[in-house]
């Protein structure tokens, strides 16, 4: 193979025309997006407009080189603003910095010790409830800016959301959102009619940010003041990105690199943080944006933060007109979009276990409840955790058969011995009326833990105080192992 050919064998995908074209527009699409919700996100935190678009800015470009799951927008967020607001309202910006580096030097340090393969644990049930909780947040997101409106923002909505509905039956060139923010933009200023507007959300910045370290005092004071707000901005960041990831592999059927994933929120907070931003994570609703037209490669999620800078900088009189309803229709189009319909069809219903509905139920209910999708996914999760021990605890059985002679008894124990079957394990023998010769079989069970090490010796304690002799047979070498090691030493009875 020539060297030549070899290059074209390395080539990123982005460098074809028409991926290049797609990740371009919907990098735009993304960016015209992001500018309201990092003002908005920018007043939940306290600070000035400029510091979320910076941060979106930094973040977007930064993760787009550093992070594992291409095409994933990162951004100023609603839950990173929600954690640091409390120590930017007292102790100000500079803190807050001070906070965003540190919790990104916890994500990093999380990541490298493998953080990211805790998402295995997260249920589909779980994911089905955190993305239908998701698509309930997004549009609950849009209702304030259609409500107390003038008229005419009404008719915008049901325009925008008509044309990103039919526009794709007419070309798939461009993006249809696009499409809708353009048209839309161009009847309000034509015909001068009065309706919100991005500008009105508030000052776009007019300059690029300058790196710098947080004008803090460097001292354990400081450390001890910030870090409470860094470990909780890292772990709340961390889950919804892991969360968005997960999501978009589902969606795009690729794997991503999880581990390089969080370590590159880490970094990407860091950097953030010395620009004097308010730190973020994932973005959901732009990540949405971003894969529903089209973008798989880093090249979309770069240009969303370059374009972010562009369009306020060169273009920020321009933007500033663009009517709120456009981005409200696509917002909404996204919000129905992504929540999962076949989960509530009556036939899937029907079908489904009613612990799985129940763990679903519980995540929308918390994340719906708290704002937060963290909290809803850590709930969901410890459900399904309980609903599967009580579960596999049910399907323990003890089944005896004694010798005809009556010289002893066997009891064949089936099932997964741990905290919550082996509970009741000490009820099911009859100690009193057995042989004096008790046989335990356990070659159709596993011991898991020590919980079931202590069971066992409370049958054979109980045995013995009868007179009885008892023998446990049948072990596999893990439970082996850990009856061994634990038997006799969970009581100070022996």
């Avoid at 102790?91 to 910095?97: D, I, N, T, V, Y």
């Avoid at 763990?359 to 599967?388: D, P, R």
Wanted: proline share 5%.
């Amino acid at each position: 193979m020539s060297p030549a050919a070899r290059l074209r064998g390395f080539r990123p995908s982005w460098l074809s025309p028409k991926v290049a074209r797609t990740e371009v527009l919907a990098g735009l699409v993304v960016a015209l997006a992001l500018i309201p919700e990092a003002i908005s996100f920018s007043i939940i935190a306290g600070v000035d407009p400029s510091v979320g678009l910076f941060a979106s800015f930094t973040m977007a470009v930064t993760i787009a080189i550093v992070g594992g799951r291409p095409a994933m927008i990162s951004a100023a967020t609603g839950a990173v603003a929600l954690v640091i607001a409390p120590l930017n309202r007292e102790h100000g910006l500079s803190h807050l910095a001070a906070a965003v580096i540190l919790g990104g030097l916890f994500q990093v340090i999380l990541g490298s010790l493998g953080v990211a393969k805790l998402m295995r644990f997260v249920p589909r049930s779980v994911m089905v409830g955190f993305v239908n909780a998701l698509a309930i947040l997004i549009f609950a997101a849009q209702i304030p800016e259609m409500e107390n409106v003038p008229w005419g923002v009404y008719p915008l909505v049901a325009g925008g959301l008509a044309l990103m509905v039919f526009f794709p039956r007419i070309t798939r060139a461009v993006p249809a959102p696009l499409v809708s923010i353009a048209i839309l933009t161009v009847i309000t200023v034509a015909a001068g009619i009065a309706v919100p507007t991005v500008g009105d959300k508030g000052a776009l910045p007019s300059s690029l940010p300058v790196p710098g370290l947080p004008d803090v005092p460097f001292t354990l004071d400081t450390l001890k003041l910030i870090a409470p707000y860094a470990l909780a901005m890292a772990l709340v960041g961390l889950m919804e990105s892991l969360m968005t990831a997960k999501l978009v592999d589902d969606l795009t059927d690729t794997h991503s690199d999880k581990t390089r994933e969080s370590i590159g929120q880490g970094i990407a907070n860091i950097v953030t943080g010395l620009f004097g931003g308010m730190g973020g994570c994932a973005m959901i609703g732009q990540t949405m944006i971003n894969v529903k037209n089209g973008a798989r490669t880093r090249l979309s999620t770069f240009l969303a933060g370059v374009f972010l800078m562009v369009l306020c900088i060169v273009f920020g009189p321009v933007v500033s007109q663009i009517p709120m309803a456009a981005l409200v229709a696509v917002m909404v189009l996204v919000a129905f979009g992504t929540f999962d319909w076949h989960s509530i069809a009556p036939a899937t219903l029907k079908r489904m276990p009613a612990g799985e509905i129940t763990v679903m139920v519980v995540t929308v209910a918390a994340v719906i409840a708290t704002h937060n999708l963290a909290i809803g996914v850590v709930l969901g999760s410890l459900t399904a955790m309980v609903i599967f021990a009580r579960r596999v605890a049910h399907l323990v059985n003890v089944t005896a058969v004694t010798d005809p002679e009556g010289g002893h008894v066997v009891y064949a124990v089936t099932g997964e011995l741990f905290f919550a079957s082996s509970n009741d394990l000490v009820s099911r023998f009859d100690y009193a009326t057995d042989p004096d010769r008790v046989i335990i079989d356990l070659a159709g069970a596993h011991i898991w833990d020590a919980s079931s090490v202590a069971a066992l010796d409370a049958v054979t304690t109980k045995y013995e105080a009868r007179g009885k002799t008892v023998e446990i047979i049948g072990l596999n070498a893990h439970s082996a192992k850990m009856h061994d090691t634990l038997s006799g030493e969970l009581t100070g009875s022996h």
